[in-house]
């Protein structure tokens, strides 16, 4: 479990190349590793590189396409559905999302629902894109199912994210990314790696029952936030998601399909970009001036602790895991033979 | 705390003749006991004509603008901007939302801005009316503060509810409405009034310590669910109710003022309404079959029980407290006077 730290752009520019190696042209594997690399610097390593030798595989499997034809099927102007065609989810994700941005420019809000699309990481990548437009980002996937519904025993539901970005005249948006779970799956990795058990509420097992232990939460299911309301919002985001976007939902969710749902709504269609600004300064400051309980030094706004971390990993390096780099290493060697 | 039994029609008939003799128009008035009465059909008495009281004290008071002129501040199609000139936030909101209804049918999607509102009561009434157009309806307004920020001690955010609501097959639609803290401030309400403890992970008290007492809560400040999710989702809320609409927001709301805003998203742009209705059905299949947990007979999805509890009501009438009749009772012999 040892880090070695590594630069941004030299760890962009490999992964770059094995996605080029997988068959993607260059600027499309460019999207991809933009996407991975930023999950790192911001302190979210589960939707980072790590992920990289899993698409490897899915790729080389069929299971996911490495020369899609991403295409729109339904355009209404501020409403679009599009087909990724089984590409990899963070390009197809990535054109579907720069499609509810310039829509949204044109027609002051806009919807771009991608069916047939695979995991595309992390939402907030989405959402954080609409920003210097002038937009409201707002991102949505629906996952495989992991959790029960309320009162059920058996996986039907998602923990199906969403992302929502808001402009400020800080250095930063204000940036929301949450699962509709407990906790992200990812927080069991972390304590099956560390032999740590998990606080009852978090998951199931197999059978249904509350568990402390993180290997038996991974062989059964998450629990939805806040009971019937994480159920509601899991089951509201795979409707936009999957059902509207004509693409699975439901049970009908494999491992690696799923459907997105990218919406954007331009501030300046409301009032001008200038006071809505101002506006939110106000907030933010209400916010970073509020009292603080014991230990907690400073009151934050959702997205302000990502953005530094990603401003000081710009500066000094991104710490990856060593099994993963070298994982890295192995695959652009493979790769290249 | 013991009930009658009335009828949904007379309720209904006896709210509007007291908000008609509080100065509004016949029509006007009906539409504010209409909010009020599906909220008792639907078994959410803390928004239903319980609060006809207060609302009518506000008026006398002015503090709620009984002949507002709601207007039109800022109109691009599909984005709107209203003033609701105070008046009461049933009324201003029904018609901000029927414009959003409106707007989205002719542009596929809308956003509608509510400032200078007031309570507006439950939000699933408005993203319910989108139904019958084949809308997606959506809804949220910011409320009193009444949260802290994670790792704040002050109340700085609203529980700003939302709710969505999806077109079926089914004679209900899938309506989702929640608070974004762990409970709605009601449920301290009932707790205070049957002398009962609440759970830890409510509610804290005044000194931002845990409590199980519901007084003390009532003094303290409810807790967001699941922690920085809720404090997100109640600030981006917050941000489209009050910071996009240039009405109030964050600490400058008052008991009274709030701003709302409503979207719709038309279904038939992203694809034909009988085909998103058949996978609607396919989907509610899925977790009606769900198998479920002792004790409990069936999984539903959101609205559904509301909507038995509806039809139930409406034949059989509604239990209200004894005391709220007749409060109406002397208010309506009061405002004739």
């Not at 989810?89 to 027609?107: D, V, Y």
């Not at 990548?125 to 519904?149: D, E, K, S, V």
């Not at 939902?249 to 269609?269: H, K, N, Y």
């Amino acid at each position: 479990m040892a880090d070695r730290i590594v630069d941004a752009a030299s760890l962009k520019a490999q992964t770059t190349r094995i996605f080029e190696r997988l068959g993607l042209p260059e600027a499309d594997a460019l999207v991809v590793a933009d996407h991975l690399v930023e999950a790192d610097l911001r302190g979210h390593p589960s939707h980072g590189v790590i992920r990289v030798p899993t698409y490897v595989t899915a790729c080389r499997e069929g299971r996911i396409n490495s020369r899609p034809n991403i295409r729109i099927v339904e355009d209404h102007g501020g409403q679009v559905v599009m087909d990724a065609d089984n590409g990899i989810g963070q390009l197809a994700a990535f054109r579907a999302n720069e499609l509810a941005i310039e829509r949204g420019k044109a027609h002051g809000m806009a919807g771009v629902a991608l069916r047939r699309s695979t995991h595309c990481g992390a939402m907030a990548y989405y959402a954080i894109r609409a920003i210097p437009h002038g937009l409201i980002g707002w991102a949505t996937t629906n996952a495989g199912i992991n959790m029960p519904p309320t009162g059920g025993t058996q996986k039907l539901v998602g923990n199906n994210p969403f992302a929502m970005a808001v402009p400020t005249d800080r250095p930063w948006p204000m940036v929301l990314d949450m699962a509709t779970s407990v906790v992200a799956g990812g927080k069991l990795q972390v304590a099956r790696a560390k032999g740590q058990p998990i606080p009852l509420g978090w998951a199931l097992d197999r059978d249904g029952n509350p568990t402390t232990d993180p290997h038996a939460a991974s062989d059964g299911s998450l629990l939805p936030v806040g009971g019937p309301k994480g159920y509601g919002m899991a089951l509201m985001f795979d409707v936009l998601a999957g059902v509207l976007s004509g693409g699975r939902f439901g049970a009908g969710l494999g491992e690696q399909g799923s459907g997105q749902f990218f919406m954007t709504i331009d501030v300046g269609r409301f009032m001008p970009l200038d006071q809505f600004k101002a506006r939110m300064d106000e907030l933010i400051d209400q916010l970073h001036g509020c009292p603080t309980t014991a230990g907690v030094e400073q009151v934050f706004v959702p997205g302000e602790i990502e953005h530094a971390i990603q401003a000081t990993r710009l500066r000094e390096g991104i710490p990856i895991e060593a099994t993963v780099l070298d994982a890295l290493d192995r695959l652009e060697h493979e790769l290249d033979g």
